[in-house]
Structures are given as structure tokens and as C-alpha cells.
């Protein structure tokens, strides 16, 4: 008889675990759609438009593009100056931008500008492989002591190339 009421515990404590955890996913969600828990760096909605200087030009972005750009800037992950240096790399061939402006409603321009490009880790086959080269950039309202470092290989490079064509 103590066997069958220590199973029917076990299944009342992991019921309520389950029921705990949508409780918690469904305040998540609830948080994020009304605007309680910020952005990471940037809120879509506080962006009145994006140029990227390449070659001295600048070029605007579409609203897909700005959103994307977002989207990428909101995942940048601090990394030191001192692991920038041990795992820099060329920059690829394409790669001309010498700056991103971005253009908010409620706070001054906010200027990006790429310092380097470093291989995911610090291994010789990473550094010649040009699918694992991330750009890293400085934003010093950010980051003041430190650079960022895009969280997806080649995906910023990609976005803005396509701003300004080949």
C-alpha cells in the first residue's frame, strides 16, 4: 500500500512541476509582448532608420533590413579587447563598411563601428574557414570597455553587403 501512494506523489509533484513551467513560459511571453522586459541594446520601435557607410557612401536600409539589423545587434555578445586580438583574422574581400549609423526617435544617433574580424575560435583551420568569421564591432554606449562580437557567423557581413550591392 506505501508503494502505490509514494507513485501518486510522485505524479501530484510532477504535475505541478509541468504546471509551473507553462505558468513561468506563459509570463514570459506575456512580458515580452507587452513591452515590460527591454530589448537587450535596441527596440525596434525606437529606430527611425539605419544608413551603412561603405566607400565613403552612405546607404539606407529597408524596414526588413532594419529589422534584421535589430535583430542581429540585440544578439552581440561582449568579448574582450585581449581575445579580439588572439583570434583576429583578414577582413574578407567584400567588407568596406566603415560605419553603421542608426537614426532613433527619443535619443541621439547611435554610431557602429566594426573594428575587426575574428574566426569563432582560435584554431589555424578556423581562421582559414571563411564560413566561422564573425565581425566585431564597437559601441561604446553599449559596451564602454569592451567590444561586441556578433553571435552568428557572417550573418551581419551578409545583411549589410546586401545594403549596397557587390
Known amino acids: 500500500m506505501a508503494k502505490k501512494n509514494t507513485g501518486t506523489k510522485f505524479t501530484l509533484y510532477m504535475t505541478v512541476a509541468v504546471l509551473a513551467g507553462f505558468a513561468i513560459i506563459l509570463a514570459?511571453?506575456?512580458?515580452?509582448m507587452l513591452g515590460i522586459a527591454p530589448s537587450k541594446y535596441l527596440s525596434p520601435n525606437d529606430v527611425r532608420g539605419v544608413a551603412v557607410e561603405h566607400s565613403g557612401k552612405l546607404y539606407t536600409l529597408n524596414f526588413t533590413q532594419q529589422?534584421?539589423?535589430?535583430?542581429?545587434?540585440n544578439r552581440l555578445i561582449p568579448v574582450g579587447k585581449d581575445i579580439v586580438e588572439k583570434r583576429k583574422v583578414d577582413a574578407p574581400q567584400e567588407s568596406q563598411v566603415s560605419k553603421i549609423i542608426i537614426y532613433r526617435f527619443n535619443a541621439p544617433d547611435l554610431?557602429?563601428?566594426?573594428?575587426?574580424?575574428?574566426?569563432?575560435?582560435?584554431?589555424?583551420?578556423?581562421?582559414?574557414d571563411s564560413n566561422s568569421i564573425r565581425m566585431v564591432l564597437s559601441?561604446?554606449?553599449?559596451?564602454?570597455?569592451?567590444?561586441?562580437?556578433?553571435?552568428?557567423?557572417?550573418?551581419?557581413?551578409?545583411?549589410?553587403?546586401?545594403?549596397?550591392?557587390?
Open 28 to 32: 514570459m511571453n506575456a512580458i515580452s
Open 67 to 73: 529589422n534584421e539589423l535589430v535583430e542581429i545587434l
Open 111 to 128: 554610431e557602429i563601428i566594426p573594428v575587426a574580424y575574428v574566426s569563432k575560435t582560435t584554431s589555424i583551420m578556423a581562421k582559414q
Open 139 to 166: 559601441v561604446p554606449e553599449w559596451n564602454q570597455n569592451g567590444l561586441l562580437e556578433e553571435s552568428s557567423s557572417d550573418e551581419l557581413q551578409k545583411l549589410l553587403s546586401s545594403t549596397y550591392g557587390p
